[in-house]
């Protein structure tokens, strides 16, 4: 047994805990019965741990720390992914800031550039998912560039295009004028803006019944360089005289037809919509379906193209000043509305999206998304909490063509190549040397590929698929995924549609959503804004056990969770975390009590737990039900309830109180061995159960043990004690099936009631704890039986001197306590002043109603409400319902001393 410091301090124990598992190489894969494999959702190479990623790993680490321990074959696959857009704009920026420009240098040294980037800060990521106790085999880190990763990628890309499940077209897309590339639809970002609804006049052809002008409104007036077409719905009779007529289109003077089509509602606007098939989704399907030109006024930079006079070389900003400035001046500007609408926005660098006509690569996706449906539905991927089901459900039954394209330079080149000379075009899975139909010179793709189609293949393809199929035979499907909601369309979409394909099972069986990590008022965080919590501020302040287990609490089945960090709102600093704060009172509670015990375990030696009291059998039953509480927590992915559940184990019912009752019996030499060996046993289990959630501090002090009852063979009665905590068996709920008591729970729970009443009642009215009262316990008779052994015992815990009965009446001048279907009266008669504390009492209620008044009256000042801040009020609101308690306690104290 090891001498264990005083005081347990994180920033020591837990660099030196984790040098020795991974000196010991206690991640590695170990031979088990039975397989836990979870892929790590790649962050991206040049990333930090922000607070998803924190709880994420978490969640993840504590399912994989039960399953080895558990004797189950572990794998945690560690990697990260290229992230194409956001890599290639970070180099850009920094060859810029030294006068270089990525297309002057040319595409290989800019590649150079981002794998130089990528080998100077790629790492930063895996050290702090390290720090963080996250027991990762760190030896088979993958990366989505690996040359192994990459023939997986090119593999996928031809099967599909060979299977014509990929093609090129010209569709519009999601244009990022900034980064120059296609974005897909689900990696847009929506925000609301007040803008206008502008209404113009088109001139008619030909007048009709007296009228000489249409009236279009649209959000964007600059895009009405490329109408080719105005369209009314075929349900507004008012617009039947138009369809078929025309309209001199202004500025360019197009004449362009009016036609009916059902994709225009009759109540926007006046009815009549401008159609430019090149740069709105809808306006394309109207154009397709009625054979319009598709004309695209925007370059890659969305400036306009030239042909168009004075407007050309124009941004799109400056083009809608000029056409409304020239609609105005010619007196084609009918009026304006204020307008509040829908804009989506790159999600890298903020900038507003265009609608544009190119040409792409794209999945057809209708082969591929029944199966990936059906696989849902018939439950063999199943989702935590269930309500996210029906969110891929829906996104998967509107599923549209995937666009996989990004013109970019760092990433997965599109593996098609070209021949000049005889036109041969197709997907390889090598690079060729020459064309092999002419023999003459090839040229490959300029685009590469989406980051999401690379990373779709996560689970088998960083397994060794398809070079070395055996490595992935045993740990595929992967046990869980533990994920964002904001990627179940960008990718866990994606990897059951791949894996069905590909391999014809699904990736995963089940799908983890922890919920969003909200700043403390309920807003998103973000560096911009300054509300964000580094993860590692957190580690470096309270330590990685109480990081951990604060965001396991916060891991309830709601959909987003506010964390509750204070930040200087003006130099942005982390001030702490009242919570994690109260997570490190905890790790500091286990180490204080298990040092408690280990000092007095002079004498000890291993052997078999026997229940000699009441409170050893309570316990014991207690600690049956806890190894249930966390094996089926962490089974069912009901984070939140078993990691409060576990603490109210430990601190209330191990710590307060069976700790507290044995003490006495470690100092008597007939029953001290026994104590010794059911207080280990009990610790050493708690210890197992804890250390999923909380792996350092539960290491540090198991490896101060004396072996247990758990270290003993049970064939060979020897002791087997394990390497380390983390690699030691699990509490398996089935083996303490045979501790459950329930009739030595109820006894015990009697006693507990009636102690802490009296104990209450001695702290309310400031009684020494060794003045001895005289109590009176009215209970049913079924618990006057139970009670009746435990008696003698509660009298010693409670400095009482106790009658118990089911038919005892209340003393006089006594003060009640009610729980549990338990009556417990003290009898205060000599030893309060029962006057002068009915006075005191009614002094407080006063003033308590007083503080309640004057808070409810600044709840209800609809001024107050509009001006504070948003915690500021949450803070009154929050004392309002502190006063409201405490006024009720009070008045239930004065009714007990008016009786």
């Not at 006049?201 to 105005?230: F, H, K, Q």
């Not at 507004?236 to 500025?251: E, H, N, Q």
């Not at 490959?444 to 070395?468: I, K, M, R, Y």
């Amino acid at each position: 047994m090891a001498d264990m410091p005083k005081t347990y301090d994180p920033a020591i124990f837990e660099p030196e805990i984790l040098k020795r598992w991974l000196d010991a190489d206690l991640y590695r894969r170990r031979p088990g019965k039975g397989d836990c494999t979870i892929t790590i959702p790649p962050p991206n190479v040049t990333g930090r741990l922000h607070m998803g990623h924190a709880t994420d790993d978490t969640i993840q680490d504590a399912l994989v720390r039960m399953a080895r321990m558990r004797g189950l074959s572990t794998r945690w696959v560690l990697g990260t992914d290229h992230a194409g857009i956001a890599t290639q704009t970070k180099v850009d920026k920094q060859l810029k800031e030294s006068g270089v420009n990525r297309l002057e240098i040319g595409r290989e040294r800019f590649l150079k550039a981002c794998w130089d980037w990528t080998h100077e800060y790629g790492g930063m990521i895996v050290e702090q998912i390290k720090r963080m106790g996250c027991s990762i085999d760190f030896a088979n880190e993958r990366f989505t560039m690996d040359d192994d990763y990459a023939a997986a990628v090119r593999k996928v890309f031809v099967s599909w295009y060979r299977d014509d499940l990929i093609y090129r077209g010209k569709r519009i897309v999601n244009w990022c004028p900034s980064c120059a590339t296609a974005i897909s639809d689900d990696e847009a970002e929506y925000e609301t803006e007040s803008g206008h609804l502008w209404h113009l006049r088109y001139p008619l052809t030909e007048p009709i019944d007296g009228t000489d002008y249409i009236v279009v409104a649209t959000t964007r007036p600059e895009t009405m360089l490329g109408d080719t077409g105005v369209a009314v719905s075929p349900k507004d009779p008012s617009k039947a005289a138009f369809v078929g007529a025309t309209v001199r289109l202004p500025i360019v003077d197009r004449e362009i037809p009016i036609f009916a089509d059902y994709h225009v509602d009759a109540c926007f606007g006046s009815g009549f919509v401008k159609v430019t098939p090149a740069h709105d989704p809808n306006d394309f399907a109207m154009g397709e379906a009625h054979g319009l030109e598709k004309i695209n006024i925007f370059d890659e930079h969305a400036v306009v193209v030239e042909g168009y006079g004075p407007f050309s070389g124009m941004s799109r900003e400056a083009c809608r000043a000029a056409v409304l400035a020239w609609f105005d001046d010619h007196g084609l500007l009918d009026h304006i509305d204020e307008h509040e609408h829908s804009v989506m926005h790159c999600y890298r660098c903020g900038t507003a999206l265009e609608p544009w006509l190119s040409e792409q690569w794209f999945v057809a996706v209708d082969r591929l998304k029944d199966p990936a449906l059906d696989a849902v539905r018939t439950g063999k991927v199943r989702f935590y909490p269930e309500r996210w089901t029906q969110t891929y459900t829906t996104w998967m039954e509107n599923l549209k063509d995937w666009c996989i394209s990004r013109q970019l330079w760092w990433g997965h080149r599109i593996p098609v190549f070209y021949c000049d000379a005889c036109g041969w075009t197709d997907a390889l899975e090598h690079d060729p040397d020459v064309c092999p139909v002419c023999g003459g010179a090839v040229h490959q793709d300029e685009d590469v590929l989406d980051t999401w189609f690379s990373s779709q293949l996560w689970t088998f393809a960083t397994q060794g698929w398809p070079q070395n199929p055996e490595d992935l035979a045993g740990h595929h499907p992967t046990a869980a995924l533990v994920t964002a909601r904001d990627i179940i369309a960008l990718w866990v979409a994606r990897m059951v549609m791949s894996s069905l394909y590909f391999l014809d099972e699904v990736p995963f069986h089940d799908v983890v959503i922890y919920p969003t990590i909200l700043a403390k008022d309920g807003s998103r965080m973000s560096k911009s804004k300054g509300n964000g919590v580094d993860p590692m501020d957190l580690i470096e302040r309270y330590g990685a056990d109480a990081m951990r287990f604060n965001l396991l609490t916060l891991c309830t089945t709601n959909q987003d969770v506010k964390f509750d960090a204070d930040i200087d709102p003006k130099t942005h600093e982390f001030k702490g975390s009242p919570r994690t704060e109260q997570a490190r009172s905890f790790v500091t509670k286990i180490w204080n009590a298990s040092r408690f015990l280990l000092m007095n375990m002079e004498g000890y030696t291993p052997g078999a737990p026997v229940a000699e009291t009441a409170a050893d059998a309570w316990i014991f039953s207690r600690l049956a039900k806890a190894t249930e509480l966390v094996t089926l927590g962490l089974s069912e992915y009901v984070f939140g309830d078993m990691a409060r559940g576990i603490q109210t184990f430990f601190w209330n019912e191990v710590c307060d109180w069976y700790i507290e009752v044995t003490k006495a019996r470690l100092t008597d030499d007939a029953s001290r061995l026994t104590a010794q060996r059911n207080l280990i046993f009990v610790l050493d289990t708690a210890l197992r159960l804890m250390h999923p959630l909380m792996p350092f501090v539960t290491e540090a002090i198991w490896s101060s043990m004396p072996p247990s009852w758990l270290d003993v063979d049970p064939h060979t009665n020897e002791i087997q004690r394990a390497q380390a905590l983390m690699v030691a068996s699990w509490p398996e709920p089935d083996k303490f099936a045979q501790y459950k008591d329930e009739e030595a729970e109820r006894s015990f729970e009697l006693l507990r009631t009636v102690v802490s009443a009296i104990r209450s009642t001695r702290a309310r009215y400031r009684l020494s704890p060794r003045e001895k009262l005289s109590v009176v316990v009215r209970m049913d008779a079924k618990d006057v039986e139970r009670f009746s052994t435990l008696g003698t015992f509660a009298e010693s815990l409670a400095c009482a001197e106790l009658s118990f009965g089911s038919d005892l009446v209340k003393p006089a001048a006594s003060i009640a306590v009610v729980e549990a279907g338990i009556e417990v009266f003290c009898v205060l008669a000599g030893k309060v002043d029962l006057q002068a504390e009915r006075a005191r009492i009614e002094r407080e209620i006063a003033k308590v109603e007083r503080d309640l008044a004057s808070a409810k009256k600044t709840l209800e000042n609809k001024g107050f409400l509009a001006k504070a801040a948003p915690d500021v009020v949450l803070k009154k609101r929050e004392r309002a319902e502190e006063l409201a308690d405490q006024l009720e306690a009070l008045k239930r104290q004065g009714a007990d001393l008016t009786e």
